[in-house]
Structures are given as structure tokens and as C-alpha cells.
């Protein structure tokens, strides 16, 4: 049954004291319930990049919830307990943007128990959260053995450096993802019309000598978005953001898609 409870948690095959003779979680250990269960209270919405998340962290418990009427076959570590995380992707999507493929952005979520960063993400039978690839299976409730019962325990969730910051009781700091919250879902932006180039032309004086193709160099803007991150590029420097152009050149031989990004005073 520790292998349904279980993906990938290492276990210390010691005995959890004279009358439990169930091998203990080592500090760290990642499980996954086999059955559902009620949400926590004090669900907080997070940002990624490419999607909305609703998190939340619960009190430490001293079991892992029991298997149908059995109780659970793992047991703490020595003097430790169990803290359960909730992450589920939430409905929408804003828009993401990147400057090249594979993406790279990087996402990390831990407990945070008395000061003590436990890993969720990257690691066997922890949550996944890759915008390269699907996400069956991959978040949901998780159990992390933790040490001690520690009074003050916290999510935390980090987007390249940026972290947010959720407590058992709800109370959030997001910093700066919170501007992430106000972008637009990408179906609001594939109703927006797209807009001619027109032709292009030179407007400057140099000298340097280009081919012309005034006559059939024409494009369409598709996206004009001002973001505070680009996957690449990462963070626009605070006080500012991207003002990023999605563009489709008509030229057979011009690349498909051209992105720009600048950055400009908020």
C-alpha cells in the first residue's frame, strides 16, 4: 500500500518506535493520496506565466490520511509530521510569449516549515509545472514529510527569482506576479482584429545599401502586448515592462513570426 501512497518517496526502513513497526518518511519525502479529498479552506489564486493557479497550504498533521479504513502504512519522520499542499490549474490562460524554443523559465514550489525549504517541484512524486508539456497527473494534493510540527508553515512558489507566498490562513504576498493577474486571457486577445503593416520604407540617410523590397515586403501585427516578463529575457528591470509585437512578415521567405521587445518606463 506505501507504493499507491507513494511515488518515488524514499523511506528510512527504520521502526517508528516500540509499537509501530511502519518504516519511517525521511524529511522531504513527496507522497501522493490515492483518494481524493475536500479542499483545503483559504484557496489563494497564484500566476505563472502561462497560467492561473489556485493553491493551498494546510497545518501539519502527524498521519497521512488513512487507506479506505486501514491507517496509513508510512509513518512520520521521528518527531516529525506531514504537511498537505493543494496546487490546481485554474480555468484561463494569459498570454505567454517567449524568444526561442524550449522555453525556459523556471518554476519552483516548496513548503517553507520553521524556516526549512522542502521542495514539491522536480523531484519524484512531486507537482510538475512546464509550459512545454502537459499536465495530466501532474499537480493535485500532495503530502511532504517535514521535521518537527512546526507552528509556522508556508507555500511558496518562485517564477524565475519572483517568489508568491501563500500561508496556512490564506494571507498572500505575491509580489510582483501579481501584475500577472491583470493581463488578458488569451481568448480576449484572439478576438482583437489585426493590423497592416503596409509596405515598408527606408527613413534614414545612411549610405549603406539594402535590397528593396518596398514593393512586397508587406506584414501584419497580430499581438501588441506590454508584459512585465518574457520567457528569455525574464523580468523586465523594476519600474518597467515589455511592449512586445507579434508580427507575420508576407514575404514566402521571411521567417513566420517575429516577436520584438522593448522595454519602456510604466
Not at 53 to 82: C, I, K, N, W
Not at 133 to 157: C, K
Not at 232 to 248: I, K, M, N, Q, S
Amino acid at each position: 500500500m506505501a507504493a499507491a501512497l507513494t511515488t518515488g518517496a524514499a523511506l528510512a526502513l527504520a521502526l517508528g518506535g516500540h509499537d509501530d513497526s511502519r518504516p519511517l518518511a525521511a524529511p522531504g519525502d513527496v507522497f501522493s493520496p490515492p483518494y481524493g479529498a475536500e479542499p483545503l479552506p483559504h484557496e489563494v489564486r497564484m500566476e505563472l506565466r502561462w497560467q492561473h493557479l489556485d493553491v493551498a497550504v494546510g497545518e501539519p498533521r502527524a498521519e497521512l490520511p488513512d487507506l479506505g479504513s486501514s491507517p496509513s502504512d508510512v509513518a512520520p519522520p521521528a518527531g516529525g509530521s506531514f504537511v498537505r499542499v493543494d496546487v490546481t490549474k485554474a480555468s484561463g490562460q494569459p498570454p505567454l510569449v517567449g524568444i526561442r524554443r524550449p522555453l525556459s523559465t523556471q518554476v519552483e514550489v516548496a513548503v517553507r516549515a520553521h524556516g526549512v525549504d522542502y521542495p514539491v517541484s522536480g523531484r519524484p512524486g512531486g507537482v510538475r509545472l512546464d509550459a512545454e508539456t502537459a499536465w495530466p497527473g501532474e499537480t493535485g494534493t500532495r503530502w511532504v514529510a517535514v521535521e518537527g510540527t512546526p507552528a509556522d508553515v508556508e507555500l511558496v512558489v518562485t517564477v524565475d527569482g519572483e517568489k508568491q507566498v501563500v500561508g496556512t490562513d490564506g494571507a498572500a504576498e505575491l509580489g510582483r506576479a501579481e501584475q500577472l493577474s491583470d493581463l488578458p486571457d488569451t481568448t480576449i486577445l484572439q478576438a482583437q482584429p489585426e493590423i497592416g503593416c503596409r509596405r515598408s520604407h527606408r527613413d534614414d540617410s545612411s549610405d549603406l545599401e539594402l535590397d528593396d523590397y518596398s514593393r512586397d515586403a508587406a506584414c501584419t501585427v497580430t499581438r501588441v502586448l506590454r508584459l512585465p516578463h518574457v520567457d528569455g529575457p525574464g523580468w523586465a528591470p523594476r519600474g518597467r515592462e515589455y511592449v512586445v509585437v507579434l508580427l507575420t512578415l508576407d514575404r514566402p521567405t521571411s521567417p513566420v513570426g517575429t516577436t520584438a521587445a522593448l522595454r519602456i518606463p510604466t
